[in-house]
Every structure is written in C-alpha cells, then in structure tokens.
C-alpha cells in the first residue's frame, strides 16, 4: 500500500524518530524479528494490564506478580503469532532467563508503591483503542492506562482543573526523558488531543464494548518503569518533597522519577491538532520530516525558540 492513501494515522506513525522506517512499515516492508527490548516493553505492558484488571485490595495476593508475569509471557507468544514475527534468538534466550527476573523486581515495586494511590482512582480501561479526526485526517491509537482521578493523588491536574480523567503511558527506556522532549512529545500530544476531541472504546459492563467521548482534556503521565528498580549505589538527590537527601543502595527512587508528568496548554491544542495534520500532509506528500531528538533537544541552541505545547518550565528556563 502507498502510504499517501493510509486511511488512520497511528500515533507511531507521528513520532517514530526515523520518518523512512514509517515509509517503509506503511508499504508493509518491515521485519519479522522481535529483539530483546521490544519484548521487554512488551512483557511489561501485558503485565500492568493483568494487574490493572483486578482491584487493587487483591494486587499484594502473594502470587499475583508472577501470575501476571505468565500471562505476559503467554500474551507475548500469541501476539507475535498473531503478526507474524519471531523472537531473535537473544530475546528468547531472555525471555527463558533474565527478563522475567527483571520483571518481577518492577512490578513488585509497581504494586508495593502505587497499589494505595490507585486506590483512590477510579480504573476505566487498559490498552484502550482512541480515535479522532481533524480536517478530514483520521488519527487512530492505543492508551496504555485510563482512570479518574478526582481526588488529583498522581498530580496530572493543575488546582482547581475540572475533571479527574488522567491517562498513564508505560515506558521501558534506558534513559528518562528530559522536559525538552516530553514538551514536544506528539505521541503524547495526540493522546491528549484525542480524549477531549475523539472516542475511546472502553468496556460499558453488560453491555460490553461501546464507543465513548470523554469530552475532557486527560492529565498525562510517562510513567519510566526502570526507574521502579532501587537504587545500586549511593546518590543524594531531591526527595519526593522537594528536599535533598542521601539515598542509599537498595532505597526506592523518588516517584518523581517514575511518574513524569506532561501539563499540555489548552490554549494551544488547535495549533497543536494542526501540526499534527501538517505532518500528515507532508507525508502524503513524499516528505518524511525527521522528529525532535529526545536527548538533543535540551541541548540545542535554538530550544528557546522551538515550538511546544505546554507552559511548565524546562529545566534551566529563568
């Protein structure tokens, strides 16, 4: 298929970093492999979505994390069948041994130190599809958690926001992304977007599965699972208050450095929907403009000058 006559647009699509690798995945020219890290987002993706669809009082159950560790892996398999891809030979190598291992530290700890925050929330759906359109442009997608958040515990909203709806991304990347990156993240960008000017399919009870307009303009959160693993030496570094302390070997991270929240401005989300429409514009077009880098950005000298679409100040902004 020539990728000018694509009907939904995929959030991937918007921020892959590599616009020819999207080319080529839209004219159907990609590899069958699944590597290790792929595998490993995806591992930990099934397995919040397991422990989500139970209540929370039943999430400290002793054998709860490894159950949702074999259905991860058994969710894995028959996705994969399902796409026709393969595991390396390096991924099924890690998937016999050292990834669920990792697993279990992360979603021990996932359990442990959010399972009373959650409490408090109210579970709408994991991966739920969302879809939109804007200017006969049709944007389709996946969000990996949604709640209400009335009571505001995980700080998405700002004070006195109406609503509590807050989407969660799981992220499994080696390094966090800077405030540079996460102000321009589309991918994000187009969640956000979709929940206030789209539908989303979540489960209606008896009734099943029904298309649904949240009307609202979601909290976000990148939640960076690595950072759920203790820390391996000794560090000081601002605490969840604000305060710098020693942390030592083995002590939690703050939970700032696992839940990153992105405050998009609502005053900007027409020019934010029309970029999004450009980009899409553009590939129609045979131009495949690359994205922003998510290291490179914070670094650029031209930063302060670069469109984004919140308001909350970066790291080093007077």
């Not at 190598?93 to 359990?111: F, G, R, T, W």
């Not at 709640?147 to 006195?160: M, Q, R, S």
Request: aromatic share 10%; charged share 30%.
């Amino acid at each position: 298929m020539k990728p000018e006559n694509t009907e939904e647009w995929h959030s991937t699509d918007l921020t892959d970093h590599c616009p020819a690798r999207v080319r080529l995945r839209l004219q159907g020219k990609i590899s069958n492999r699944a590597p290790t890290a792929m595998v490993r987002g995806m591992l930990a993706g099934s397995a919040l979505e397991y422990i989500h669809a139970h209540k929370t009082e039943h999430w400290g159950h002793e054998d709860m994390v490894w159950k949702a560790i074999d259905y991860a892996a058994y969710a894995l398999r028959e996705t994969l069948e399902e796409d026709n891809r393969i595991l390396t030979d390096a991924a099924e190598k890690a998937l016999k041994a050292e990834l669920p291992d990792e697993l279990e530290v992360v979603i021990e700890s996932y359990v442990r130190r959010l399972a009373p925050l959650f409490a408090k929330t109210s579970h709408v759906g994991a991966e739920v599809p969302i879809r939109c359109s804007h200017s006969g442009v049709d944007f389709a997608s996946h969000l990996d958690l949604v709640i209400y958040d009335p009571e505001n515990v995980f700080l998405c909203k700002d004070e006195g926001h109406a609503g509590g709806l807050t989407v969660f991304d799981w992220k499994w990347r080696k390094d966090t992304p800077s405030k540079a990156y996460l102000a321009r993240n589309q991918q994000f960008l187009l969640y956000w977007l979709a929940c206030k000017h789209g539908k989303a399919q979540i489960d209606d009870g008896d009734d099943g599965k029904i298309w649904f307009a949240f009307n609202e303009h979601p909290g976000m959160a990148w939640v960076h699972l690595p950072s759920l693993k203790p820390y391996t030496r000794k560090v000081i570094t601002k605490d969840d208050e604000g305060n710098e302390r020693e942390f030592k070997k083995g002590d939690d991270r703050p939970l700032r450095q696992v839940i990153r929240v992105i405050k998009f401005e609502p005053s900007r989300a027409e020019d934010a929907m029309r970029s999004l429409c450009k980009k899409v514009e553009m590939y129609k077009n045979g131009f495949w403009p690359q994205n922003p880098d998510p290291v490179g950005c914070g670094i650029c000298e031209a930063e302060d000058f670069c469109t984004r679409f919140d308001t909350v100040q970066l790291e080093g902004d007077e």
